[in-house]
């Protein structure tokens, strides 16, 4: 059996232990497989799981070894129930033959007084074809027993359960939070190199206001050409925050302070304000009132206001908490 197959039989199983309402166990409900080392939870986000483990597969082993012993114990019981039923039926059709017996044998004009007299039951001495059936009665203190194995094994299998779905928890948060640094360091590098792009075009727009021949060259003819101030576009890197929403989903903030979470809460917020920065400079550039003759010096002092609110002010205070954050997530 593959890799794959065990990965699919081991979140079966938790799929069926967690009830057919997910009232058992919450923690195993969420779980379904989707598709090879990815699941999906209630919230219908896929996220990735580490590879299947050593452990998990000592866990299948174990719950199906518990699932065996609990029903050889059922088919036990089961079979006694019945043996037990089938020798009560005999007896009780032993009594009712006898008393038929007994009364046939009397006669019609016997007086009304006559004790009644019951015959012994006669054996035979010829072999039976069959075989005697051979019933185990037990008492109380085997069934007891019985009861409390298999009571302790139905917790000892919950237990397993829970401890296998918390390492399981742990390993999964571990591996979200890492690519969460990745993320963070990917995003640092990117957030440099835009700065120092930003502070060129704010630079090519302050020389485009002092020189009319440049300031043409921006707007022509009702024109725009945006290369002239911005050659690599309104952002030169996006900044992504794939690990950011995929650790949201899955809830991994228990492993982490306080402190921690609410700096990375900051750090994508004003991720998200740099990013709005495009779209508040193209509001500018696309409005009629910006193409308009005369209004040269005004777009380029608005384009000017948007890059320093929104982008560059940002940047500094940014830069060092993308450094805090890494150095504290450093353990992943």
């Not at 075009?201 to 302050?206: A, G, L, Q």
Request: hydrophobic residues 40%.
């Amino acid at each position: 059996m593959g890799q794959v197959q065990i990965i699919n039989i081991y979140f079966y199983f938790h799929h069926q232990l967690a009830g057919a309402d997910g009232i058992l166990f919450p923690s195993l409900r969420q779980y379904s497989v989707v598709s090879d080392n990815f699941i999906s939870i209630r919230s219908n986000h896929t996220i990735f799981i580490p590879p299947f483990n050593s452990l998990s597969l000592l866990y299948i082993y174990v719950c199906f070894f518990v699932a065996f012993i609990l029903l050889k114990k059922f088919v036990s019981l089961l079979k006694i129930t019945i043996g037990q039923a089938k020798l009560g039926l005999t007896e009780l059709n032993n009594i009712v033959f006898m008393e038929e017996s007994v009364t046939d044998n009397i006669p019609e004009n016997a007086p009304e007084n006559i004790p009644e007299i019951i015959p012994e039951p006669s054996f035979s001495t010829k072999k039976k074809d069959k075989r005697p059936e051979v019933i185990i009665v037990r008492n109380w203190k085997e069934y007891l027993g019985e009861s409390l194995l298999i009571i302790f094994s139905v917790t000892l299998a919950i237990i397993l359960t829970e401890v296998f779905t918390k390492m399981h928890e742990k390993q999964q948060a571990r591996e979200v939070l890492h690519q969460l640094r990745e993320e963070l360091i990917n995003n640092k590098e990117s957030e440099d190199t835009q700065y120092h792009y930003h502070l060129q075009v704010i630079s090519n727009i302050d020389s485009a206001l002092r020189d009319d021949n440049f300031r043409k060259k921006f707007i022509d003819s009702g024109r725009i050409h945006l290369g002239v101030i911005a050659p690599q576009g309104v952002l030169r890197k996006d900044l992504n925050d794939v690990a950011w929403q995929v650790a949201k989903q899955n809830n991994i903030f228990s492993s982490i302070n306080l402190e921690t979470y609410s700096l990375l809460t900051e750090i994508y917020n004003q991720q998200q304000r740099i990013t709005k920065s495009e779209d508040e400079i193209g509001k500018v550039l696309l409005s009629f009132e910006s193409r308009k003759p005369g209004n040269e010096k005004a777009t380029l002092i608005l384009m000017h206001d948007n890059y320093y609110a929104w982008a560059v002010e940002r940047a500094p205070r940014l830069l060092k908490m993308y450094k805090k954050a890494i150095n504290e997530l450093s353990n992943y």
